[in-house]
């Protein structure tokens, strides 16, 4: 069977006529637990998985960057490594990428030109950070082959600030974060406010089940950063620097000085950050009925104050839940609006759950819903020995 590794160095050779030398990879991930809780200064427990960016790479001479994507009907995009970095109208995808290049030269870095072929095997636009992979790729690479000394953390702010002011998303730091520094075996308890984080090991029992449901992710970035605006105003009125900061008791007090809304995106915000400590702790104690209902809180929390779910969704939670006899979890995962759920589930009832609730979403949603067992894995590496 042809890998990935094969197929985009076949893109290399024949797109750029020549072999690639070098080759990289990073992660997309599943959050856990912990939601629109990272740009809140909080806390989120993601794994990287076994599903990624792979980027063949071969230096030039000059200082120009061309890439061809291979999952985008090769779609090519080059740009000179110089300040200013434009845009590519045609392009919107490069905008990744070319705003590491701004990034990295902002930074007062020198690069070299590459060509480059990127593969990825994520699922496109479900929610699993193919982007932030793919960013996150090429900043390793660049920080690889240009010597650069960035740790991983640097790596992540970097893929974050290019998203934020070159693709226009104001995403938090989980994605790049865990992308770069993932554990194979492992969630992190990522500290958003500082950047720390530690290993949790998922129990051996515990399968990692991503369903990915099918439901088109509409007006993300637009109800995303709304989402980012209500939680800033709940933090100015409550006087903190930001929600990390809030208590239920200063959110009770100040309850008739914001919108209803307002309210209840800062109560999900606060209830979030605790439940993802706890529920850290239960899967380290491995008591899965503490996490079952961690994660079911999770979810309603997302449903009804967030608002970010859909019915496509809750539906898919709810089916999943009746297989669940309180020894695993399940909830929507990621920034909402469609996208993926996600379940730890004993490995011994992975298929039969997933047999069970394929053919009902289908009947009330005319939705063909994916199941995919996913590994905890590392982050951004080289691939070449
Ligand atoms: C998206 C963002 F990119 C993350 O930063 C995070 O806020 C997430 O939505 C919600 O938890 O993936």
């Known amino acids: ?3 990935i590794i094969q197929d985009v160095a076949a893109l290399f050779e024949t797109h750029f006529n ?6 990289f990879h990073a992660p997309g991930r599943v959050n856990l637990i912990g939601e629109h809780t990272d740009y809140n200064n909080g806390f989120v427990l993601p794994c990287a998985i076994d599903r990624g960016t792979y980027l063949a790479i071969k230096t030039r001479e000059d200082n120009l960057i061309r890439v061809v994507a291979g999952n985008l009907s090769n779609a090519a ?4 490594a110089s300040l200013p970095v434009e845009h590519d109208k045609n392009n919107a995808w490069a905008d990744y990428i070319r705003g590491v290049t701004e990034q990295l030269l902002k930074q007062g870095h020198t690069l070299k030109g590459m060509d480059i ?11 699993l950070s193919s982007s932030a992979s793919f960013s996150v790729g090429f900043a390793t690479a660049c920080n690889a082959i240009n010597t650069l000394g960035l740790s991983p953390t640097e790596v992540a702010l970097c893929c974050q600030a290019a998203e ?3 693709a226009g998303c104001n995403c938090g730091i989980m994605d790049q974060l865990i992308s770069a520094a993932g554990e194979a075996g492992h969630a992190l308890l990522i500290n958003c406010g500082d950047y720390s984080y530690e290993p949790y090991a998922i129990p051996e029992d515990l399968a990692i089940m991503i369903i990915d449901s099918k439901v088109k992710r509409g007006l993300v970035d637009s109800e995303y950063n709304t989402r980012r605006k209500q939680c800033e105003e709940a933090a100015l009125i409550m006087g903190v620097s930001s929600l990390r900061d809030a208590t239920l008791s200063l959110l009770a007090e100040s ?3 914001m919108t209803d809304e307002v309210f209840r995106r800062a109560k999900h ?3 979030e950050n605790q439940r993802t400590i706890d529920a850290a702790e239960a899967l380290a104690n491995k008591n899965y009925t503490l996490l079952n209902k961690l994660m079911a809180e999770s979810h309603i929390s997302m449903r009804d104050d967030f608002e970010v779910t859909t019915s496509q969704i809750d539906l898919l939670v709810d089916l999943v839940g009746e297989h669940l006899d309180n020894d695993g979890g399940v909830r929507m995962t990621g920034g909402g609006f469609g996208g993926c759920v996600v379940a730890l589930v004993p490995k011994v009832k992975a298929e039969a759950i997933s047999n069970a609730i394929l053919k009902p979403y289908k009947e009330a949603t005319n939705l063909d819903a994916e199941t995919h067992i996913c590994l905890a894995s590392a982050g951004a590496a080289s691939l070449n020995t």
């Open 255 to 257: 309850k008739n000085k």
């Open 269 to 271: 915000v606060i209830t």
């Open 117 to 127: 072929a990127v593969l990825g095997n994520v699922p496109q636009g479900a929610g």
């Open 77 to 80: 995009s080059e740009w000179p």
């Open 18 to 23: 020549a072999l690639h030398e070098v080759l």
């Open 1 to 3: 069977m042809k890998t």
């Open 164 to 166: 934020n002011e070159f």
